[in-house]
């Protein structure tokens, strides 16, 4: 038995396929290139990180200026008479 020839649908479908292979391929490189180039920047930024954070480490850390005292205690509220009458001796009437 021979096989019959492939029809052109079959040959575009094959040749659909391999052009999806060889563009997977291609881009399956570029991002494998751009993770590389994300791990690289994150170690950078790591060492840079770790050399501030040592630097501030080794630098004393600043005194706190001493916490001023809270004000005073605030008088005592008078009692509502007193208020009323103030209030009337000040000619407020309602």
Same mark, same amino acid.
């Given at each position: 038995?021979t096989?019959s020839?492939?029809?052109?649908?079959?040959?575009?479908?094959?040749?659909?396929?391999?052009?999806?292979?060889?563009?997977?391929a291609? *881009? =399956?490189s570029?991002? @494998? &290139?751009?993770d590389?180039?994300?791990?690289k920047?994150?170690? !950078?930024?790591? %060492?840079?990180?770790? *050399? =501030?954070?040592?630097? @501030? &480490?080794?630098?004393?850390k600043?005194?706190?200026?001493?916490a !001023?005292?809270? %004000?005073?205690?605030?008088?005592?509220?008078g009692?509502?008479?007193?208020f009323?009458?103030?209030?009337?001796?000040?000619? !407020?009437t309602?």
């Amino acid at each position: 038995m021979t096989k019959s020839p492939p029809s052109p649908s079959q040959l575009a479908r094959n040749e659909r396929m391999r052009l999806a292979a060889i563009e997977g391929a291609k *881009a =399956r490189s570029d991002i @494998e &290139a751009r993770d590389v180039a994300v791990r690289k920047n994150m170690e !950078r930024l790591r %060492a840079l990180r770790m *050399a =501030r954070e040592a630097e @501030e &480490a080794a630098q004393p850390k600043p005194v706190k200026a001493p916490a !001023r005292k809270k %004000a005073t205690a605030k008088r005592a509220a008078g009692t509502l008479s007193d208020f009323l009458t103030s209030q009337k001796s000040t000619g !407020r009437t309602t």
